[in-house]
């Protein structure tokens, strides 16, 4: 970057940092690198004069991204489980090491979601892996309600084991708390730890017969036919 002055070397780095952000999978990771892109915007707009309203907005940027990250890492250092991922890891997939529960604490993004609000898309390439720890969603397929799904199944599993798109569009029907896996991450610590590979299987196993138990209750309650 010979002859650029501070404020666009700056400027640079503060675009590196957001570059190098969202080829990041874990959620402190991203966190860190997007507040040090903040900071680094902070300073070229103060260097070059930018204005109050860009050093506002780049610092409140840089300030939420720190709060985040402050949180993550402080949760990472108590060991603490949040009450979802305890039901998850002891309940669900059936994984008690800590060690693998903190890889996988850091695969996990945990999102609050609205009525209404899809989380999966008929026809979507690689759809996100998702877990349902509270509330409910329809399924529906071409526009037909098929089932539902409830706290404790997971969403993307067929796309996941065939590479797919969704088969089905899901929407949330009520508030609901989930976590979305990043899915090439989750692949590599399969491979890396075997019987996390295996606990993953069943839990997801598990979640596909319940929710074939109930479209096909809903089928039969409408006089339609059963699928074996």
């Not at 690689?126 to 720890?133: C, F, N, S, T």
Request: proline letters at 4%.
């Amino acid at each position: 970057m010979d002859g650029l002055a501070p404020g666009q070397i700056l400027a640079h780095l503060a675009a590196l940092l957001l570059v190098a952000a969202a080829l990041q999978r874990r959620p402190r990771i991203v966190r860190l690198l997007t507040m040090l892109a903040g900071i680094a915007a902070f300073a070229h707009f103060t260097l070059t004069g930018a204005g109050f309203a860009w050093m506002f907005w780049s610092g409140l940027f840089a300030a939420v991204n720190a709060v985040h990250f402050a949180a993550l890492a402080m949760r990472a250092r108590s060991g603490k489980l949040l009450e979802e991922e305890r039901e998850l890891f002891d309940e669900v997939m059936k994984i008690a090491e800590p060690g693998q529960q903190r890889h996988l604490r850091d695969l996990i993004d945990w999102r609050d979601i609205a009525p209404g609000q899809a989380l999966l898309t008929q026809g979507q390439a690689r759809p996100p892996l998702i877990y349902v720890a509270r509330g409910r969603a329809e399924i529906a397929v071409d526009g037909k309600r098929v089932g539902e799904c409830a706290p404790g199944d997971f969403l993307g599993e067929m796309s996941l084991i065939s590479g797919q798109t969704a088969t089905a569009t899901v929407s949330a029907a009520e508030p609901m708390r989930v976590a979305r896996f990043d899915r090439e991450a989750l692949a590599q610590l399969a491979r890396a730890a075997p019987e996390v590979g295996r606990a993953l299987d069943s839990a997801l196993n598990r979640s596909l017969a319940a929710k074939v138990l109930r479209m096909n209750a809903l089928a039969a309650a409408r006089g339609e036919t059963v699928a074996p």
